[in-house]
């Protein structure tokens, strides 16, 4: 059974700090994995997929990394800001149903 | 473009009632899933349609039913309503279907807040 674990589960930093979110799942075949993020009382936005033969992906100044073999990904925030701070989901997509399983998130607030 | 919408954004029940959940996609998406997400956990996926027809379930008992309209619409019924059933409902669209090849983003709406009382 897929289960995913994102550590930590809550992290306050001061503006301007170069930050690492870390998710990890338990089965190595999945087709993808995306990263979200959520505002609170609000829906998800997606913001990276990974296809499972790529190593990484880039946005702006995101940056997500997935090692599929070792079951991890990292999600990487450069010069973090105040409208940072949000709800950060990692989801990984088994290839059926659009079923993502997702983490717990990891709660960020970035403080001026 | 619009994005995925849900209506109501918030509803109010109390124990045994009925309650549908309204999702119109992205335009030209014909993919789209329900997922329930408990405060403080990530969501938990319920159905899956593609196409008009339903393409997937999780693990929720038969009072959760849903349903894909021709314009690709989807509504979540949910009967006899418990107080476990308070959640954030939210509906994702896709492009493409399932499977290996489609890789593409889902799109997630605002969700409807639930409360049973």
């Known amino acids: 059974k897929q289960e995913v674990t994102q550590i930590p589960a809550a992290l306050s930093v001061p503006e301007g700090e170069n930050l690492v979110l870390n998710c990890s799942f338990t089965?190595?075949?999945?087709?993808?994995l995306q990263w979200f993020r959520q505002d609170p009382g609000k829906g998800l936005t997606s913001l990276l997929l990974?296809?499972?033969?790529?190593r990484e992906q880039t946005s702006g100044r995101l940056n997500a990394s997935l090692d599929k073999s070792s079951g991890r990904s990292t999600l990487y925030i450069a010069a973090s800001q105040p409208g940072d701070s949000a709800t950060y989901l990692c989801?990984?997509?088994?290839?059926?149903?659009?079923?993502?399983?997702f983490g717990a998130g990891t709660r960020l607030a970035v403080h001026p | 473009d619009a994005g995925v919408t849900q209506s109501p954004t918030h509803l109010i029940k109390t124990r045994g009632q009925q309650v549908t959940l309204r999702c119109s996609p992205i335009?030209?998406?014909?993919?789209v899933s329900w997922y329930q997400q408990v405060l403080g956990q990530g969501p938990q996926f319920i159905f899956q349609?593609?196409?008009?027809?339903?393409?997937g379930r999780g693990n929720f008992p038969d009072r959760f039913s849903a349903r894909q309209f021709p314009n690709y619409s989807s509504e979540l019924n949910v009967n006899a309503l418990l107080l476990g059933d308070s959640a954030l409902y939210l509906c994702?669209?896709?492009?493409?279907?399932?499977?290996?090849?489609?890789?593409?983003?889902?799109?997630f709406g605002n969700g409807t807040r639930l409360t049973v009382t």
């Open positions: 349609y593609y196409e008009k027809e339903e393409r």
């Open positions: 989801a990984v997509d088994t290839g059926g149903y659009n079923k993502l399983i």
């Open positions: 994702a669209s896709r492009m493409g279907g399932q499977g290996p090849r489609e890789n593409s983003p889902l799109h």
């Open positions: 089965d190595s075949a999945i087709y993808n």
């Open positions: 990974i296809q499972s033969s790529q």
């Open positions: 335009s030209g998406h014909k993919s």
